[in-house]
Each structure stands twice: as C-alpha cells, then as structure tokens.
C-alpha cells in the first residue's frame, strides 16, 4: 500500500488530512462486501434461494420414499403345505405355513397375510393357486412368476440405471443453470445500476475500475459459492437421513467436482454478465445482451438432459467450458470418465476464464461511461 | 493550487474541449459558468480522471496529478449518482471507507454531514424514498464524506430550494475558508454571483473568461455610471463629453467618454446638491456571460 505521505514527489503540506487509500485488495474486499450485504438484504433472493433448496430437499425425499416402496418390507404369504416350492424358494418372502386351504383363507381374510398360495384346483400349469382378499396384487404375482433366464451381451447399455441418471444429470443442469442465471442476472444488474444512477463515477475516482469489476465478481461469487454448498450439504444431509447411502457414495466424488468446476465456471460467466451489463445503460436493456449468455448457460441444461445417455455428446460437453460444470461431474457419476481428464477439463476452463476476465474487464472499462444507447462491442473492445 | 493547462479532448472527429486552461486557487470558490454542450462536465470529469484527455496537462500544486491525489478529490457529479436502494448513511459510510476511512472514523463522518445539512433524521431511510432535494443533499454529503482536500461539484445547486442553497452555500464556504480548492459548475447565475470568488466562463469548449469575480466585473464594466442626488440631473444633458442613457429627477444614468469626464461630473453634481451615490456601473454576471459567450 503506498500512501501519499510516504510518497517522496508529494510537496510538503499538499496534504491536508485524511486516511491513506485502501488497497487493491481492501478495495476489492469493499466492493464485494456490499455486494454481498444487499444481496442477502433482498426478499427476492432470500425467497429463490429458499424455494430452490425446498425444491433440491423435494427431490431427496420423494426419491428416498420411491426407493423404500420398490426395495424394502418383504411381503407376508401364506403357504398351503410345500405348494409352489419352486416359485417361492429363493425369494424374499416372509412366508407363514397354513395347513390346509382353509386356515389359509382366513389368514388372507384375517389381513396377516397378503395373500395364501395353495395346491391349483383346476389344471393350471404351475400347479398352484394363489388366494386374495379382494383384488388380486399384479406385484406379487409377478414375483411368484416363473421367469426365463435372460443373458444381456452389453450390459453397460442396460437401460434400468438410466431413470437414476436422468435424475443426477437434471439435477447438476438445474443447479448450475438456476446459480448461473441468477448470480448473472445480479451482477448486470448491479453493474447497470452503477452506471444508471451514476455512481459509478464517484465511485471510479476513488477506486480502481479492476478493483470495482472484481469486487462484483467476487461477491457475487461468494453468494454463488454460498447457494452452492448449501444445496451440496442438504443433499448430502438429506440422502443420509432418508438412508440412501448408496446414491451418496456414488454421488460423493462428482459433487466435490460440480462445485470445484462452478467455481471457475461462475467466475467466467460473471465476468460476461458484467461486460454485458456494461454495455447499456438502462435496467430495461440489460435483456439484449444478456440474453446471449443466458443462451450459453441453457444449452448445457438442455443437453444434459436430452443427452445424457449419450457418451459422444457427454464426452464433448465435459470438456467445453460453459457445460463442463455440468457434463464432467455426470460423467463421474456413470463412471466414463478417467482420472485426468476433470484436471484436464479443468484447465482448458480456467484458462479460457482468464482469457474471458481479460476481455471482459476491457469491455466493462470502456462502456461504463458511455451513456444513452446500447454500446457496440467492437467500441468497447477498442482503446 | 490546482491548474489545467491546455486540456484537448475529442469525441471522434468532434472536438468537446480546445486549450482549456485555467486555475482553482485553495480557499477559494470558483464558479465554472457556461451554457449547456459548452464542456463543463467534460472538464470536470477529466479533472477527476474519470475521462482522459487527449492533451493538456492537470497539475495541483505543481506537480501532475496522480490517481492517488484524486482519491483526495470530492465529487459530485453532474447526474447524480448514489445507491437508489441503499440507506443514506451506509453509503456515506461505503464510499468514505472507499477511501481509505475505517468503519468507525467513516461513521462519524458521515453522522456529523448529515446532521449539518439537516438530514440527520433521515439517515436511516432509503436513498430513494427521500425528496429530490434531500437527494441532493445527500449527494453533497458523499462529496465531503471523506475530508477532501479539493471539491469538484458539478451542478451543485440545481433542484434545490433556496433554504437548502443557503445551508449547501454555508457548507462550501466552511470548506474553501479552510484552505482547499473548491470548483464548482452552474448555469444559476445569480447563485455563482453571491458565492463564487474566481469565476471560469467556458463556451463551445474553449475559455472565454477567467479571473477574479470582481476583475471580471471591472474589465467588462465599461464607461457607465450611476448618480443618485438630491438636486435635478437635467444639466446633465448639456455636458460636453457625456450621453444621458436614462433620467428622473435627481436620478441619472450616463456613458462618459473617460474617466476624467465623470470626475467632473462629480465635481459639478456637489455643488447642485448633495450626492447619495455615485458609482461605475458593474455589469452583473449574466451580462458578462452573454457578452463573453457572443
């Protein structure tokens, strides 16, 4: 930090008064603060931020009672001697033995058990019938059912994960693409607030435009960052609580990775959304150039949720920047992806954010004091 | 002493300022006078290193004028620029800590302002559920909030009411009579009159004028006068070297020749009757205005 007394050029008693300037740094920290303050003043994003960890928490426990339903409480039969042997033996049933077609009636009638399998009447194949109170269970009889061996030659291609995937993948998309929107949607706005009200003139004589832009990006990061762990920590909480220990395990790695990219991710797209927010000079604008960045974040959300079981389109997507944060973590989650290629990925996306934070930041710089209608990018870009 | 010296700036092929120059002396108030377009806020916002220009050189007390003496700057710009959602305090408090105060020494300050300028219950409010003229208020106070050593305030009398203009000139002068520069524009003529020490007329983006108020007032004062006596003013008339502008009874305007010829006019009103004032008749600042700007 250099202050203006220690400064040997300065004539002495130039000076009347007053604190040495903060630092790049503490002004950076400034900005970022009250970026940070009046986020976390608004109702607004109290309010999405609350419905969107309702919505996460939703998902949790309809997911876990879904799971419950199909895989736990064995069901209760009764069985008529050793009627049936073959289709009961080696599945999950909790059978009671009746001793004759009548005492396993009334056990069906009597609600012990769901239902009572005893010696066929008619000349029916299995050679067993099976006893309901008032409607038959399609379920059970399905489990009774005598099935053929199925051999599957390309089992990776089997489809019954794929609900699951869908899930995991429309989750990580939402995720980003609700955080992304939202913190961009912020940052522009603020921006143009600055440059709309005109405080962004007092506030460029006092601090550096970079420490300005940076402040911005990084408070509304933070709030980002913030949101992000929260939903990762509910999810976790959420999936151990309703016992889906399983999902979490497998989930584990791919979220510590989600976040790691979101990170990095956020900050590029909030560099854009500032130099975008920059260019014009009314809340009302803020839509015609920031729609196209809006574009870039749904194109991920969409494709991850078309394409997810589509190795070419995934493998493509975990490697470009704006849907790596997306398509790298669910090809953790299905277990396509080898250990350097998250590093790689990671790379390619922080240099490309850097790249975007330089331009960005000449965009920004130059447009904040051109007033009146939209700035065109090739001024901006300019000297 | 804070000084432009042949400032250029263009905006394409358009040329907004041509050679400006000119001085803010510390401790005193320079009025910055000049129509709409003329280059004002341009100059002001070169001043403040928020715009660059193209040539030319701004120095305070003699040496260039580094970003760090600008962060010693207070500004108000000419559309005003605060938080519409914040409390009118927190951003005195953020801007004064933008400059380098701690939260506690930023909170006195800024308490101490807004109680001056009678916005003390209000500190707490909303930027933008406060009047326009309470707005502007505070826009002064986020001037002064950091102590400045030199205020650059454009526009800073427009939409107030003249109760508040007293309080905002009260507060100005505090300051320059502490020893600081002070440059502020408007097209209020009669407010720069009452208030400003040196005077800057720019127009078409070139300095037409510039100097003390008073300087100013006699360079351009030419050759009329004023007589109010006691007695009749018809000789008047008769005089050789003299033209009567306007007459009523002991009242009289008149354009002398020279100096010598409205002594003697003088001399003879004393012996009619007695004399309640003679004087040269200083043009007022719009005068001066238009006929610097044509």
Request: net charge negative.
């Amino acid at each position: 930090m250099t202050t203006a007394t220690e400064s040997p050029i300065q004539p002495a008693g130039r000076r009347r008064s007053g604190p040495a300037s903060p630092s790049l740094v503490q002004s950076i920290g400034l900005v970022a603060e009250r970026e940070v303050k009046m986020r976390l003043r608004s109702k607004t994003f109290l309010i999405s931020t609350g419905i969107l960890l309702l919505v996460i928490l939703a998902g949790i426990v309809v997911g876990g009672f879904l799971a419950k339903n199909t895989a736990s409480e064995t069901t209760k039969i009764a069985v008529v001697g050793n009627a049936g042997a073959g289709l009961v033996d080696g599945k999950t049933f909790d059978v009671t033995e009746a001793a004759d077609v009548a005492a396993a009636e009334a056990l069906v009638k009597s609600g012990d058990v769901e239902a009572a399998i005893a010696p066929a009447t008619d000349d029916n194949p299995t050679g067993v019938q099976v006893i309901f109170d008032s409607e038959a269970s399609n379920t059970l009889i399905m489990q009774l059912s005598a099935q053929p061996q199925v051999t599957i030659l390309d089992p990776d291609a089997d489809g019954s994960a794929g609900f699951l995937l869908y899930i995991v993948s429309l989750g990580f998309g939402l995720v980003f693409f609700v955080s992304a929107t939202t913190f961009g949607a912020s940052i522009a706005q603020s921006v143009v607030e600055e440059k709309q009200t005109r405080v962004v003139e007092i506030l460029m004589s006092a601090i550096p435009v970079k420490a300005l832009l940076a402040g911005k990006v990084l408070g509304n990061s933070i709030l980002a960052f913030g949101q992000i762990l929260a939903i990762a920590a509910l999810s976790v909480i959420g999936l151990t609580v309703t016992g889906q220990t399983e999902l979490l395990a497998g989930l584990g790695t791919p979220v510590v990775w989600f976040v790691v990219f979101f990170v990095l991710g956020f900050i590029l797209l909030a560099a854009l959304f500032a130099a975008a927010g920059s260019l014009v000079s009314r809340q009302e604008d803020i839509g015609s150039t920031t729609t196209p960045i809006t574009m870039l974040i749904m194109i991920p959300y969409f494709a991850v949720i078309f394409f997810n079981d589509n190795p070419v389109v995934m493998t493509i997507m975990s490697y470009v920047p704006f849907s790596a944060a997306v398509g790298m973590p669910v090809r953790l989650f299905v277990g396509s992806a080898q250990w350097w290629e998250p590093i790689l990925s990671l790379l390619i996306l922080a240099i490309t954010a850097a790249l975007v934070i330089l331009v960005g930041s000449r965009i920004y710089e130059n447009s904040l004091l051109k007033m009146g209608g939209r700035v065109k990018l090739s001024e901006a870009l300019k000297a | 002493m804070l000084e432009l010296s042949h400032i250029d700036k263009s905006y394409g092929e358009r040329k907004v300022l041509d050679d400006v120059s000119f001085q803010v002396a510390p401790g005193r108030m320079t009025g910055f006078v000049g129509g709409n377009g003329a280059g004002k806020t341009t100059t002001m916002r070169i001043l403040l290193g928020v715009l660059a220009a193209n040539a030319g050189t701004v120095t305070l007390d003699g040496t260039p004028l580094t970003p760090e003496d600008r962060r010693r700057f207070g500004y108000m710009p000419e559309e005003r620029g605060l938080y519409p959602k914040m409390r009118v305090e927190e951003q005195l408090v953020y801007l004064a800590r933008l400059h380098g105060f701690t939260t506690h020494a930023a909170k006195r300050n800024a308490g101490e302002l807004l109680e001056r300028l009678g916005l003390g219950e209000r500190r707490n409010d909303a930027l933008e559920s406060l009047s326009l003229g309470n707005q502007q208020r505070a826009q002064i106070a986020a001037a002064l909030v950091h102590d400045p050593d030199v205020l650059v305030l454009d526009e800073p009398f427009s939409g107030l009411d003249p109760m508040a203009v007293d309080v905002v000139v009260g507060v100005l002068s505090e300051f320059a009579a502490g020893g600081s520069p002070v440059l502020f524009s408007s097209h209020q003529l009669d407010i720069v009159e009452r208030l400003c020490d040196d005077l800057v007329i720019i127009a078409g983006g070139r300095i037409r004028a510039s100097g003390s108020r008073e300087s100013l007032r006699e360079a351009h004062a030419g050759n009329r006068y004023e007589l109010l006596t006691a007695a009749d003013t018809g000789w008047l008339r008769e005089r050789a070297g003299i033209s009567v502008v306007d007459f009523d009874g002991g009242y009289a305007l008149f354009d002398a020749d020279d100096a010598q010829a409205a002594q003697a006019v003088l001399r003879e009103a004393l012996t009619h009757g007695d004399v309640t004032s003679f004087a040269p008749l200083r043009p007022t600042l719009a005068q001066i205005f238009k006929e610097v700007i044509q």
